[in-house]
């Protein structure tokens, strides 16, 4: 079983920045793609970012790109997402991700 803690949400004024980590309990953290996905209210969760085993590699969805970045920690079976500049509409749920697992959300409220 793999638990996964999302940390870091909060609340920010447009144009600040927050780091969020997720720390995933097992193993076997280092073998997986990890990913942040978010929901905002009445949306549907929408896939935000993701990173390979490595680090190697990662992917984000167009409205962040350029201010937001993923990254790992395999010693410390930890992911981050480092948003900068953020706005309004980046106000949502965020959840941390591995296939088969999902954790359980922390709430970022970014006021214009």
């Known amino acids: 079983q793999v638990q996964l803690v999302e940390s870091g949400g909060g609340l920010v004024q447009a144009g600040g920045s927050l780091r969020l980590s997720c720390a995933a309990s097992g193993r076997t953290f280092s073998l997986y793609a990890m990913g942040w996905f978010r929901q905002a209210p009445g949306k549907e969760r929408e896939f935000v970012a993701r990173i390979t085993w490595s680090g190697g590699r990662t992917l984000y969805v167009d409205s962040v790109k350029g201010r937001f970045t993923i990254s790992r920690d395999n010693a410390k079976n930890t992911v981050y997402l480092q948003m900068n500049s953020l706005k309004p509409e980046d106000t949502a749920v965020y959840y941390c991700?591995?296939?088969?697992?999902w954790g359980q959300g922390t709430q970022v409220t970014v006021s214009s």
């Open positions: 991700y591995r296939i088969g697992y």
